[in-house]
């Protein structure tokens, strides 16, 4: 084919699919992301799957993904089912509103993100850090087997809440609470319908429809008594307007132009509920899935944490902004496993992208995560070498290519919650780096990818080994 050759995605091959039903049953799995990753090393980086009759087409092409990304909001938008499904559940927010409306809530909300804030935000993450350093303190003292995945979600949970709306949740010492149990009813559930052949439940109410209604209800009543507090809180300090201490107080000072109704504020708190604690705490883990097997990594994150903050935790903004190797540490971790292996685009017209014909409304499937391995794009792609991140340090003396790393997406739409996501990942792997070795309880074969709206390590324990410091360390 020459260069200029058009690809039309009638002509796009296929894996071998079963009649009828097509590629359903293959994909009627709970790890569809590996799925995918099968088809792509069998048909390449370009091709098309169907669900009886349903089409997609599959991209793992980092220029191609790379351009579709950036054509939004114009001619690519989520999969519209995303919209409907949340729209549905009463949540109108950043992550599923699209065009000029997308525009409207995109502003703000990436303010209300912005470094600056993240800064001003940064006492809940360090606080959260000294609750869950005390708690390893104490599985480490006792020898107990850490089930990593529960403690970071905790971590997240405790942080995120907090930082949305001010609320103070303990999920890190088990402190039981109604709100983040009605937010484990709803995510779930979310996933479920977004994924669902037949939409079920307009039809005939289940109970766990109606045990979802209920949360809905619950979390609406939650949140929009904080929106009421926020104004009245504003009202009486003014000076918060320019010092918010939270998300939901930087967003009701960002509102100026978009003019949001509370339903619109209720959308976003609850997106960033919902964006911010699963990807956060998955990356973490693998995080600690790679530290676990590589101490020699472990050992070069803690000197720079007893050079950037010889004492006790990084207490101020700037110690993070100096850990450069526990920030190359999570891009690494990100690179290998990315908690979002794909993402999902449907065009709004008929566009040509790269020479391939996208008729609108073709449903696209973003494949990222191959790419990110790929020996074209990063030298010894399958191991974990944290320095190829380090500006001036890259030991790969061929291929280092950043902007095929999309764990963040890519964009206009790229994730707004990034800064804050990085100091949070940044500021406990070099605390934990700095107190503990980590001792892997389960073989590394034994821990697997699992898929649930975002990928996380399945069966990760570990133990943790305490470091003996010459310096008292928190105060
Ligand atoms: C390691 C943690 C995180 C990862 C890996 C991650 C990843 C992503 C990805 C892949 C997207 C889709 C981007 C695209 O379509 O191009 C996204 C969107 C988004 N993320 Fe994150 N995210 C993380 C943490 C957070 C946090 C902490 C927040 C908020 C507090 C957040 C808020 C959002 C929002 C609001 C969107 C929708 C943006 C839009 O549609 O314009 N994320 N994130």
Same mark, same amino acid.
């Given at each position: 084919?020459?260069?200029?050759?058009l690809?039309? &995605?009638?002509?796009?091959?296929s894996?071998? $699919?079963?009649?009828?039903?097509?590629?359903?049953?293959?994909?009627?799995?709970?790890?569809?992301?590996?799925?995918?990753?099968?088809?792509?090393e069998?048909?390449?980086?370009?091709? =098309?799957?169907?669900?009886?009759?349903?089409?997609? +087409?599959?991209?793992a092409?980092?220029?191609?993904?790379?351009?579709?990304?950036?054509?939004?909001?114009?001619?690519?938008? %989520?999969?519209?089912k995303?919209?409907?499904?949340?729209?549905?559940?009463?949540?109108?927010?950043?992550?599923?509103?699209?065009?000029?409306?997308?525009?409207?809530?995109?502003?703000? !909300?990436?303010e209300?993100? #912005?470094?600056?804030?993240?800064?001003?935000?940064?006492?809940?993450?360090?606080?959260?850090?000294?609750?869950?350093?005390?708690?390893f303190?104490d599985?480490?003292?006792? @020898?107990?087997?850490?089930?990593?995945q529960?403690?970071?979600?905790?971590?997240?949970?405790?942080?995120?809440?907090?930082?949305?709306?001010?609320?103070?949740?303990?999920?890190?010492?088990? =402190? #039981?609470n109604?709100?983040?149990?009605?937010?484990?009813?709803?995510?779930?559930?979310?996933?479920? %319908?977004?994924?669902?052949? !037949?939409?079920?439940?307009? /039809?005939? @109410?289940?109970?766990?429809? @109606?045990?979802?209604?209920?949360s809905?209800?619950?979390?609406?009543?939650?949140?929009?008594?904080?929106?009421d507090?926020?104004?009245?809180?504003?009202l009486?300090?003014?000076?918060l307007k320019?010092?918010?201490?939270?998300?939901?107080e930087?967003?009701? +000072?960002?509102?100026?132009?978009?003019?949001?109704?509370?339903?619109?504020?209720?959308?976003?708190?609850?997106?960033?509920l919902?964006? $911010?604690?699963?990807t956060?705490?998955?990356?973490?883990s693998?995080?600690?899935f790679?530290?676990?097997?590589?101490?020699?990594? +472990?050992?070069?994150?803690?000197?720079?944490?007893?050079?950037?903050?010889?004492e006790?935790?990084?207490?101020v903004?700037?110690?993070?902004?100096?850990?450069?190797y526990?920030?190359?540490?999570?891009?690494?971790?990100?690179?290998?496993?990315?908690?979002?292996?794909?993402?999902?685009?449907?065009?709004?017209?008929?566009?040509?992208?790269?020479?391939?014909v !996208?008729?609108?409304?073709t449903?696209i499937?973003?494949?990222?995560k191959?790419?990110?391995?790929?020996?074209?794009?990063?030298?010894?792609?399958?191991?974990?070498?944290p320095?190829?991140?380090?500006?001036?340090?890259c030991?790969?003396?061929k291929?280092?290519?950043?902007?095929?790393?999309?764990?963040?997406?890519?964009?206009?739409?790229?994730?707004?919650?990034?800064?804050?996501?990085?100091?949070?990942? !940044? &500021?406990?792997?070099? &605390?934990?780096?700095? /107190?503990?070795?980590?001792?892997l309880?389960?073989?590394?074969?034994?821990i697997?990818?699992?898929?649930?709206?975002?990928?996380?390590?399945?069966?990760?324990?570990?133990?943790?080994?305490?470091?003996?410091?010459?310096?008292?360390?928190?105060?």
């Amino acid at each position: 084919m020459s260069d200029n050759e058009l690809i039309e &995605v009638k002509f796009l091959k296929s894996p071998k $699919g079963k009649f009828l039903v097509g590629h359903l049953p293959e994909f009627n799995t709970y790890n569809k992301h590996q799925v995918l990753e099968r088809w792509v090393e069998a048909c390449g980086d370009l091709f =098309k799957i169907h669900f009886v009759g349903k089409e997609f +087409v599959v991209s793992a092409n980092p220029d191609l993904n790379n351009k579709m990304l950036r054509l939004r909001p114009e001619s690519f938008k %989520r999969f519209s089912k995303i919209d409907e499904i949340l729209k549905e559940m009463g949540v109108d927010g950043v992550f599923n509103a699209e065009g000029t409306s997308w525009k409207r809530h995109r502003k703000p !909300i990436a303010e209300a993100l #912005s470094v600056k804030n993240v800064k001003a935000f940064y006492p809940i993450i360090l606080d959260k850090t000294k609750i869950i350093l005390e708690k390893f303190k104490d599985y480490a003292e006792r @020898k107990t087997v850490v089930d990593v995945q529960k403690e970071f979600m905790a971590f997240t949970i405790d942080v995120t809440t907090e930082i949305a709306f001010g609320h103070k949740l303990d999920t890190i010492n088990n =402190k #039981s609470n109604d709100f983040q149990k009605h937010l484990e009813v709803i995510f779930p559930m979310i996933n479920e %319908r977004v994924t669902a052949p !037949i939409p079920i439940w307009r /039809y005939f @109410k289940r109970k766990k429809d @109606k045990t979802l209604d209920n949360s809905l209800k619950s979390i609406q009543q939650v949140i929009h008594g904080f929106i009421d507090d926020a104004k009245n809180r504003m009202l009486q300090n003014p000076e918060l307007k320019d010092q918010p201490s939270n998300f939901l107080e930087a967003l009701l +000072v960002e509102n100026k132009d978009a003019n949001f109704t509370d339903e619109e504020i209720y959308g976003n708190v609850f997106t960033m509920l919902l964006a $911010g604690e699963d990807t956060t705490s998955n990356s973490l883990s693998w995080i600690v899935f790679y530290l676990a097997q590589n101490p020699g990594i +472990v050992t070069q994150v803690r000197e720079e944490a007893n050079t950037v903050y010889p004492e006790g935790l990084p207490d101020v903004y700037e110690h993070v902004e100096a850990l450069k190797y526990a920030h190359a540490v999570s891009l690494e971790a990100m690179r290998l496993k990315p908690t979002t292996p794909q993402l999902y685009l449907e065009a709004n017209d008929d566009v040509v992208v790269d020479h391939v014909v !996208i008729p609108k409304g073709t449903n696209i499937i973003l494949q990222n995560k191959v790419a990110q391995t790929d020996e074209s794009y990063f030298s010894n792609g399958d191991t974990f070498m944290p320095e190829r991140w380090l500006e001036g340090k890259c030991p790969m003396d061929k291929n280092h290519a950043p902007n095929v790393m999309r764990a963040f997406g890519g964009g206009a739409r790229y994730c707004p919650g990034m800064h804050l996501a990085k100091t949070e990942m !940044i &500021v406990l792997v070099s &605390v934990l780096c700095k /107190y503990f070795d980590f001792k892997l309880e389960v073989k590394p074969e034994d821990i697997r990818e699992r898929f649930e709206f975002t990928m996380y390590p399945e069966n990760l324990k570990i133990t943790l080994e305490p470091i003996t410091l010459n310096k008292e360390v928190i105060a």
